[in-house]
């Protein structure tokens, strides 16, 4: 069988790619630059200990005491370890991506979930893109954007999109036929329905996909060091490559702990009921104005009509 060039094909396309938009790929290689470094200015500027204290009562908000003990600990062994400034930049990097991702993977899970078509063409590429291996992702990236912060974030938004997309169209997709049947017989809008109905009771699987977003971006992160992306990537990178077991251990032990904190600070946001002091204090206060009836069907229906 005769050798097929795919890669001689692939090679003139970024080519011709690199020469036909330079002033495209330079616009967005700027701004996620800026938008990088002042995150990180936000986030390492502040003395390490004013960003713990806020983290901590954030996690005593979100989630109760477990998780804020576990916040005060975690975050001032990171301090110990002297990878405060990388831990940060780590964060940075991880927000920009997995906001970047969101904003682009939950509209096209609610297209998907909205359009047969769409989710017929989504769902094979979301597949590829799951199991296509990580370190292929870099690949692109430092082709068009050499090396540094820029490839890294590319490369991490990139890989973290499918399940943003995946949890969007099943969490729309679930919403019970009946409700959406009654807001219909009630003449609401379809963008009513999905703004008023769909979209706050798929809610808790989008949360859940956004969830799934950060971890993916922050396994991505790590790998993105070998780009040139700083914080605990390259921390771990280096190591590896130097044989230094101990700031090995260190940074991994650093990654552990951030990834612990946003899962369960993301995983949070999406419980019914929360189990935070915000969610007692809530409770407090339903109860002391006294309890609220269910929606029925019809209620609901009417208030997508309504609106």
């Known amino acids: 069988m005769p050798r097929i060039e795919l890669g001689s094909y692939v090679e003139a396309f970024v080519l011709w790619l690199l020469s036909a938009i330079p002033a495209l790929l330079d616009g967005i290689s700027a701004l996620v630059t800026v938008v990088v470094e002042a995150l990180t200015t936000v986030l390492a500027g502040p003395p390490w200990w004013v960003w713990l204290v806020l983290l901590t009562l954030g996690a005593l908000l979100v989630r109760g005491w477990g998780l804020a003990v576990f916040t005060l600990l975690g975050f001032a062994l990171v301090d110990a370890f002297d990878l405060w400034q990388e831990t ?3 964060l940075g990097v991880v927000l920009v991506a997995a906001t970047i991702a969101t904003a682009v993977g939950v509209p096209l899970g609610i297209w998907a979930a909205r359009s047969r078509a769409v989710g017929a063409v989504v769902r094979p590429l979301l597949d590829l893109m799951q199991t296509t291996p990580v370190f292929v992702y870099l690949i692109p ?8 912060v820029v490839p890294g974030v590319v490369a991490t938004t990139v890989f973290s999109i499918p399940p943003a997309v995946r ?3 099943l969490g729309i997709r679930g919403v019970d036929p009946e409700i959406v049947e009654a807001a219909h017989a009630f003449g609401a809008h379809p963008r ?13 699987s989008i949360m859940a996909g956004i969830n799934q977003v950060i971890m993916l971006a922050l396994s991505m992160v790590v790998v993105a060091g070998l780009a040139g992306a700083d914080g605990l990537g390259t921390v771990v990178v280096s190591a590896v490559t130097q044989l230094d077991i101990a700031a090995g251990v ?3 032990l650093a990654v552990v702990i951030l990834a612990i904190f946003l899962d369960r600070f993301t995983a949070a946001l999406a419980e019914r009921p929360g189990r935070g ?6 409770g407090r206060r339903g109860r002391t104005s006294g309890s609220a009836r269910p929606a029925t069907t019809t209620e609901v229906a009417g208030a997508g009509a309504r609106a």
């Open 192 to 204: 009513q329905i999905l703004r008023e109905i769909q979209l706050p009771m798929a809610l808790p």
């Open 141 to 148: 990236a430092v082709f068009f954007f050499g090396i540094g």
């Open 167 to 169: 949890l969007t169209e």
């Open 250 to 252: 260190e940074g991994g």
């Open 277 to 282: 002091l915000l969610a007692t204090l809530r």
């Open 88 to 90: 940060m930049e780590t």
